[in-house]
T-cell receptor, first 114, second 113 residues
Framework: DTAVSQTPKYLVTQMGNDKSIKCEQNLGHDTMYWYKQDSKKFLKIMFSYNNKELIINETVPNRFSPKSPDKAHLNLHINSLELGDSAVYFC?????????????FGDGTRLSIL | GNSVTQMEGPVTLSEEAFLTINCTYTATGYPSLFWYVQYPGEGLQLLLKATKADDKGSNKGFEATYRKETTSFHLEKGSVQVSDSAVYFCALSEWQAGTALIFGKGTTLSVSS
C-alpha cells in the first residue's frame, strides 16, 4: 500500500565503497525526484526525472548517478562514497511535474559513512 | 533566485497554545506554496498548499494564507497538541513543468502536556 517506497531504510558503509538506493512509486505518477537532507535537516533537490527522462540535474558530484528503468522507479547509485555523503536521501514523486502539484515522499534512506 | 525563509526554531509550546510559524519567500514568477511536516524518523507529508494569491490552505486545524503583497505564507494553528510535535517545512515551486520544491530550513515544534 505504500505510495513511495525506498530501500534500504538504513545504509552503513565505509568510505570508498559504491552503493545504491532504490525507489518505487505505485501512484502512477510521471515525475520522480531525489532530495538530500543534511544533518541540519536542510532539504535540497538533486535530480528529477519525468517519464524516464532527466529534467533536473543540480550541482551534484558526478559520483552520484540516477537511473530510471521505467517511470515507476528511480534509483540512485553513488560511487566512491565520502564522509560528506552522510545524509538522509528522500525519493519523491508527483503527477506530471507541474509546479502546483504536491510531491509525495518516501520515508528516506539514512546513509552513514564510516 | 528563488528562496524560502522560515523563522528559526525550536518552538516550544504548551498544549492548547496558539502556533505561528513565519515563512516568507522570494520568487521571480508566480509560485505555488506548501507546508510539509516531518515526524521523527519519517518522510515529509504534505500539510497544506496554496496555488495563487489570497488562497487559504487548511488541514488538521492548520491554516496558511498566500499573501502576495507581503510574500508570506505563515502557518497557524489555534490550539496545538502534543502529537503536532514535528519539523515543519515551508516550500515553493514555480508553475512550469519539471520544477522542484525549494524548501526553507525547517522549524522544529515541540509541544508539552
Amino acid at each position: 500500500d505504500t505510495a513511495v517506497s525506498q530501500t534500504p531504510k538504513y545504509l552503513v558503509t565505509q568510505m570508498g565503497n559504491d552503493k545504491s538506493i532504490k525507489c518505487e512509486q505505485n501512484l502512477g505518477h510521471d515525475t520522480m525526484y531525489w532530495y538530500k537532507q543534511d544533518s541540519k535537516k536542510f532539504l535540497k533537490i538533486m535530480f528529477s526525472y519525468n517519464n524516464k527522462e532527466l529534467i533536473i540535474n543540480e550541482t551534484v558530484p558526478n559520483r552520484f548517478s540516477p537511473k530510471s528503468p521505467d517511470k515507476a522507479h528511480l534509483n540512485l547509485h553513488i560511487n566512491s562514497l565520502e564522509l560528506g555523503d552522510s545524509a538522509v536521501y528522500f525519493c519523491a514523486s508527483s503527477q506530471d511535474g507541474a509546479g502546483g502539484q504536491p510531491q509525495h515522499f518516501g520515508d528516506g534512506t539514512r546513509l552513514s559513512i564510516l | 533566485g528563488n528562496s524560502v525563509t522560515q523563522m528559526e526554531g525550536p518552538v516550544t509550546l504548551s498544549e492548547e497554545a496558539f502556533l505561528t510559524i513565519n515563512c516568507t519567500y522570494t520568487a521571480t514568477g508566480y509560485p505555488s506554496l506548501f507546508w510539509y511536516v516531518q515526524y521523527p524518523g519519517e518522510g515529509l507529508q504534505l500539510l497544506l498548499k496554496a496555488t495563487k494569491a489570497d488562497d487559504k490552505g487548511s488541514n488538521k486545524g492548520f491554516e496558511a494564507t498566500y499573501r502576495k503583497e507581503t510574500t508570506s505564507f505563515h502557518l497557524e494553528k489555534g490550539s496545538v497538541q502534543v502529537s503536532d510535535s514535528a519539523v515543519y517545512f515551508c516550500a515553493l515551486s514555480e508553475w512550469q513543468a519539471g520544477t522542484a520544491l525549494i524548501f526553507g530550513k525547517g522549524t522544529t515544534l515541540s509541544v508539552s502536556s
